[in-house]
């Protein structure tokens, strides 16, 4: 009699190349049905409603109310042994919303952003405006190197344990670009200070690999990795900033056998077709969206072209989740097994499980992926 294979099993089973049967998993970082939130396992909810780690419970939640597995997401604190580098916020209600100032105090002066809430969130005041600022942000990322260390790897061994066999544990991230800046003023100030600013890169770069080693020892299986430049940047801005890191985290990641699952929201033809993920070869790519989503001609259009080591995850919309019937769910996970055949591609979405999405039409997705 052949024992069933948890989830946990299934993916790593998966991610070697063997046969692990049909793999569904979408984008669910919280809980996204049409239904109350319940525990759905014998034991206790390891974190219930009010804890600070609920999303895990929720994650793990949905895949057992529908029937795929999971990736579930979670971060750990990297808390500064100095408290006085941890940001003080002041929060005020304005006319239609709130307003957030926060601030951090350095040695060179105080380094401060003020954000408000209304309808939308607006920055009134970026942390990085003028070139003071960024060296202001320098001196903070090197206090940050000098982390607990300790605490970040208790925290990812409660989450690993919490999560059991029932999926994979991953944390978000993305290249280390430059600590604090803001992804509208960037360029100018790339162009205006280049020397400070390729600074604070190498220093953020710096605690970014250490971080990742801390992961390491914290039990984390993967990193959900997004890199700025695949889709709203330029491709000459990835090969400048972000190529070369992509490639050394990447290899550090892999070291001791964990995964990278690379998230691109929407326009990837061209990294696509200029063999970015080729050279970089994560161990899965998502989201492999046609229009309007994304761009891309077709999935089968994609996986002509990418190295068949790459498993790839995606693509169907996610108004058809949302909006659909149970029939149209089914028939768009048809016309990706039908698209993907010959290669290895695990079922999901063109992005994260929206709001309201009702529990049958998640059913019926995880239902009809697994029909052979």
């Known amino acids: 009699m052949t024992t069933a294979l948890s989830p946990r099993e299934k993916w790593f089973l998966f991610l070697s190349g063997r046969d692990a049967g049909p793999m569904v998993s979408p984008l669910c970082d919280d809980w996204s049905l049409d239904v109350h939130y319940a525990w759905p396992y014998d034991e206790p909810d390891p974190f219930p409603p009010g804890h600070r780690w609920h999303a895990v419970s929720q994650q793990l939640a949905m895949a ?169 940047i330029s491709p000459d801005f990835f090969r400048t900033w972000v190529r070369d890191d992509t490639r050394e985290i990447f290899k550090q990641w892999r070291a001791d056998g964990r995964f990278i699952l690379w998230h691109s929201c929407g326009r990837i033809r061209t990294f696509v077709e200029l063999g970015f993920y080729n050279e970089l070869k994560p161990d899965v790519l998502e989201t492999m969206s046609e229009p309007p989503v994304g761009d891309l001609p077709s999935l089968q259009w994609a996986r002509e072209r990418l190295d068949p080591a790459i498993a790839t995850k995606g693509n169907i919309a996610l108004n058809v989740l949302l909006q659909g019937t149970p029939e149209d769910v089914r028939r768009e996970v048809r016309r990706v097994r039908q698209q993907t055949a010959g290669w290895r591609h695990i079922i999901g979405l063109s992005d994260d499980v929206l709001k309201g999405t009702p529990v049958e039409n998640a059913q019926a997705f995880a239902d009809e992926a697994r029909r052979l």
């Not at 954000?115 to 960024?134: C, F, G, L, P």
């Not at 940050?144 to 544990?169: H, M, P, T, W």
């Open 64 to 232: 057992k109310v529908c029937g795929w597995e999971p990736n579930v997401l979670a971060g750990v604190e990297f808390r500064p042994r100095d408290p006085d580098v941890q940001p003080v916020n002041k929060t005020t209600r304005i006319d239609g919303g709130w307003r957030t100032e926060s601030c951090i105090r350095t040695p060179l002066g105080d380094l401060t952003s003020i954000n408000e809430q209304k309808t939308t969130s607006h920055t009134v005041k970026a942390w990085i405006e003028t070139e003071d600022d960024m060296r202001k942000a320098i001196w903070l990322t090197r206090q940050q190197l000098d982390y607990d260390e300790d605490l970040a790897i208790s925290q990812g061994r409660q989450l690993r344990a919490a999560i059991k066999d029932r999926g994979v544990l991953g944390i978000w991230a993305g290249a280390p670009i430059a600590n604090y800046v803001d992804r509208e003023l960037m360029f100018y100030q790339m162009a205006d200070w280049p020397e400070t600013f390729h600074e604070l890169h190498e220093v953020t770069r710096e605690l970014t690999f250490r971080q990742n080693a801390t992961l390491g020892k914290a039990g984390y299986d993967f990193l959900f990795y997004c890199a700025d430049g695949t889709e709203w």
